[in-house]
């Protein structure tokens, strides 16, 4: 596999892979920042009905969150690491932080963080370099230069201790967290092939393999390698087989 660097005119960057067996283009950008940015008072207005719809949709799935297990032990787990900082918020906020968030702050998060310098784009699929840097100048080539991303204050993730939430159903799902590395780290592609092989596919990883097919304890089990400070491995487990089940021959 070939991977090109390819730059527009405007100075737009993007990785490309040319695969012309099929005709499917497929693009993925980010931008740096996420949610650990606070929406700020100014920018230009977004569509009030339109927030409105969004807003509801999301408070719904909040308030159904609310009674879901899983998300539970998600919330519970990353305040446990993580405090009150940042990086222990839900990313979809709470009901009191979601009715405060106005057109305005949609406008003030894009102008603040939509800019080439934090841009990363890759494009895969049935199409040549040269297309490419045409379609970057057209998609993001009238984007502002600069980022200007509210700092974020690093944090020492609090291992070594046990978090328990009961909850009346017949699953128990088990997360367990481990010191990992930022993306910027030497070992990181490395750590992620580790996890990859580890935990990372569905159906063939030694995790699944040892523990759903050869013990029957869980109904999946995976492994995330998460660059802000710690390796995660996740797995649901069924309450009957709470205890180590003897592996299967």
């Not at 596919?201 to 492994?223: C, I, M, P, Q």
Request: proline residues 6%.
């Amino acid at each position: 596999m070939t991977i090109q660097e390819v730059k527009s005119a405007k100075g737009i960057t993007a990785w490309l892979v040319e695969d012309h067996t099929v005709p499917i283009i497929a693009i993925r950008f980010v931008f740096d920042g996420g949610t650990a940015q606070d929406p700020g008072r100014q920018g230009r207005p977004h569509d009030q009905e339109a927030v409105d719809r969004i807003r509801a949709q999301i408070f719904c799935g909040i308030i159904a969150n609310e009674r879901d297990p899983e998300t539970i032990a998600q919330r519970k787990w990353r305040r446990a690491i993580y405090g009150t900082h940042l990086y222990s918020r839900p990313d979809e906020g709470t009901k009191v932080s979601l009715a405060g968030i106005t057109p305005a702050d949609l406008g003030a998060f894009h102008q603040a963080t939509f800019a080439p310098d934090g841009l990363h784009v890759a494009v895969v699929g049935h199409i040549d370099a040269k297309t490419v840097r045409d379609k970057l100048d057209q998609l993001f080539g009238d984007l502002r230069e600069k980022q200007t991303l509210s700092p974020v204050a690093d944090v020492s993730a609090k291992l070594g201790q046990q978090v328990e939430v009961n909850y009346d159903l017949p699953q128990t799902s088990l997360r367990l967290a481990f010191p990992g590395f930022k993306r910027s780290a030497p070992d990181f592609f490395p750590a992620e092939l580790m996890k990859e092989i580890l935990g990372g596919s569905a159906f063939t990883s030694r995790l699944f393999d040892e523990v759903r097919e050869k013990r029957g304890l869980a109904y999946g089990v995976r492994s995330y390698l998460v660059d802000i400070t710690s390796i995660l491995m996740r797995c649901w487990l069924r309450q009957r087989h709470a205890r180590t089940a003897p592996p299967r021959p």
